[in-house]
């Protein structure tokens, strides 16, 4: 059995998968005080900021891994989802929008499985990458849970600004990758 090289960027991602039952603990304890959106929210934010650093320094010290490459993106997977799971459980989030967007993570995993199979990687694209910047920063005023109506709105626009943005990635990818799915078929 081959042994996982635990480097820096490794770690911070194996971090971020551990930050996410105090996220959630804290968000969900928030119905009895309001001072745990805040906590919840830096933990957020913490998930967020490693998530940045691990591929900078993988990329900058040349540690990229076989275990970094499939497990940083679950990580993410793993925290977005779990958070808008959870908010949308607390009724911050329409069911609806969070099933398109845990759908296309699905759907790009799935794409990217096939791809891998044939040789091929599918690098997040610019489309994904400011996705996903969205989406963190609507999952953090969601957090916030904003009772004034200002930023109510500015809080709704940037999570429907975060649903097009999934659908408009998920259609890049599939435009630009459409080969992967044929010639998965030989």
Not at 47 to 70: C, M, P, Q
Not at 94 to 118: M, P, Q, T, Y
Not at 129 to 141: C, D, G, R, S
Request: charge should be positive; charged fraction near 15%; proline fraction near 3%.
């Amino acid at each position: 059995m081959k042994k996982i090289e635990m480097n820096l960027p490794n770690k911070l991602t194996i971090f971020r998968i551990c930050l996410i039952p105090p996220f959630l603990l804290f968000l969900y304890l928030s119905v009895f005080s309001p001072a745990n959106n805040w906590i919840a929210l830096g933990i957020f934010i913490l998930a967020s900021v490693t998530d940045y650093f691990d591929g900078k320094i993988a990329r900058e010290r040349n540690l990229i891994t076989n275990f970094g490459k499939f497990m940083d993106p679950l990580a993410d997977k793993l925290l977005v989802c779990s958070a808008l799971i959870a908010l949308c459980q607390l009724d911050r989030i329409h069911g609806l929008v969070v099933i398109v967007i845990i759908a296309r993570e699905f759907i790009i995993s799935g794409f990217r499985l096939i791809a891998s199979d044939n040789g091929k990687v599918i690098a997040a694209s610019w489309w994904g990458k400011v996705k996903t910047f969205v989406q963190m920063a609507a999952v953090m005023l969601l957090v916030i849970d904003f009772k004034n109506m200002p930023m109510y709105v500015i809080t709704q626009i940037l999570v429907y600004v975060a649903l097009a943005l999934t659908v408009i990635s998920l259609i890049d990818y599939m435009r630009k990758n459409k080969d992967v799915l044929y010639h998965s078929n030989k």
